[in-house]
């Protein structure tokens, strides 16, 4: 039963293609995250997607377009893919607990990622 | 912005006790997280510290000055398994997470 699943788990490609991620949570959970780690492993924020609306864009080429038919879904397309577009791109999802430091907190779960390459 | 400054290589050997530090610099904070990922998989929660102190579980501490912008993570009993890398994250406006780098735990036998 998995919590948090995207396909495909691996994705080679050429440039200037285009293609979808997809991701979908069954944990309830209220936001959803993309993030990319790149070949050193750093891990990156794309976006952030609070019930359906998107709360944080961090700089991403316009060439990324996040989708959030509903809280439980968020996509991922690329247009015009680039070598420097080859990563894992992570999918994951959290409950908000806003401001307060002092409640517990579960983190995010993350999807088990794509391995995009684009050749 | 964000920066997190967390060392890149830790080694140990098995049974051992190993501590990762992470110290940052935020402009909006609101907890320190631990994640532990293996090659080729997922980052996983760890631990979570939202105020100063101590928080264990099981084999696993995690520790949070936000006065000294400073945290850590205490491995016990170290076992092979638990090598991977280990990312700290601070948590910021709108649950957005910023990670550190990444440190590679190399647990030998």
């Known amino acids: 039963d998995t919590a948090v699943s995207q396909t495909p788990k691996y994705l080679v490609t050429q440039m200037g293609n285009d293609k979808s991620i997809k991701c979908e949570q069954n944990?309830?959970?209220?936001?959803m995250y993309w993030y990319k780690q790149d070949s050193k492993k750093f891990l990156k924020i794309m976006f952030s997607?609070?019930?359906?609306?998107?709360?944080i864009n961090e700089t991403v080429p316009n060439r990324f377009s996040p989708k959030s038919p509903d809280k439980a879904h968020l996509n991922l397309h690329i247009n015009s893919l680039e070598l420097g577009d080859s990563a894992v791109y992570f999918c994951?999802?959290?409950?908000?607990?806003?401001?307060?430091?002092?409640?517990?907190?579960?983190?995010?779960?993350f999807g088990s990622g794509t391995r995009l390459t684009v050749v | 912005g964000q920066s997190l400054e967390q060392p890149s290589e830790v080694t140990a050997v098995e049974g051992a006790i190993v501590q990762i530090n992470c110290t940052y610099q935020?402009?909006?904070?609101?907890?320190l997280s631990w994640y532990q990922q293996h090659d080729g998989g997922a980052p996983t929660f760890l631990s979570y510290?939202?105020?100063?102190g101590l928080e264990e579980t099981g084999r696993f501490s995690s520790f949070l000055s936000r006065s000294d912008s400073y945290g850590y993570l205490l491995l016990q009993e170290l076992q092979m398994k638990d090598s991977a890398s280990y990312f700290c994250?601070?948590?910021?406006?709108?649950?957005?997470?910023?990670f550190g780098k990444g440190t590679m735990l190399l647990v030998s036998p």
């Open positions: 994250a601070v948590r910021g406006g709108y649950s957005t997470l910023t």
């Open positions: 997607y609070n019930n359906k609306e998107l709360i």
């Open positions: 994951a999802s959290s409950q908000d607990r806003g401001g307060d430091r002092g409640l517990p907190n579960y983190g995010y779960t």
């Open positions: 944990l309830g959970h209220d936001t």
């Open positions: 935020t402009s909006g904070f609101y907890g």
């Open positions: 510290n939202g105020l100063d």
